[in-house]
């Protein structure tokens, strides 16, 4: 376990690194693990729909008021974006500069 755990810091710090490269470190445990989803979900589909966000592995266990509430902080910050004015609509994945 000692070896194991010491790759799993390695692994944590690599994973810092590269989210303060993206300027994710402002953003919530949860916020990021939604926009990960989010972001894994836009290489299948353009446009995605908010059960497929809340179905996606990195999503599972966060309470249904804490994801919307997450989604809500994602779209303000402009890292996705609701892709119609239709309730139902999906979402989409903005380009960051």
């Known amino acids: 376990m000692n070896e194991s755990l010491k790759r799993f810091a390695a692994l944590r710090q690599v994973l810092l690194g590269m ?3 993206l300027g ?4 919530g445990e949860t916020e990021r693990r939604v926009l990960c989803a989010v972001a894994q979900a836009s290489e299948c589909e353009t446009e995605i ?6 179905d996606h592995a990195l999503t599972k266990g966060i309470s249904r008021s804490t994801f919307f509430r997450a989604m809500n902080m ?3 910050l402009g890292y996705i974006a609701k ?3 239709e309730k139902r609509a999906g979402y989409i994945l903005q380009k960051q500069d």
């Open 19 to 21: 989210e303060q490269d």
């Open 24 to 27: 994710l470190c402002d953003l």
């Open 49 to 54: 729909s908010l059960g497929t966000i809340q």
């Open 74 to 76: 994602l779209v303000e």
């Open 83 to 85: 892709a119609g004015p």
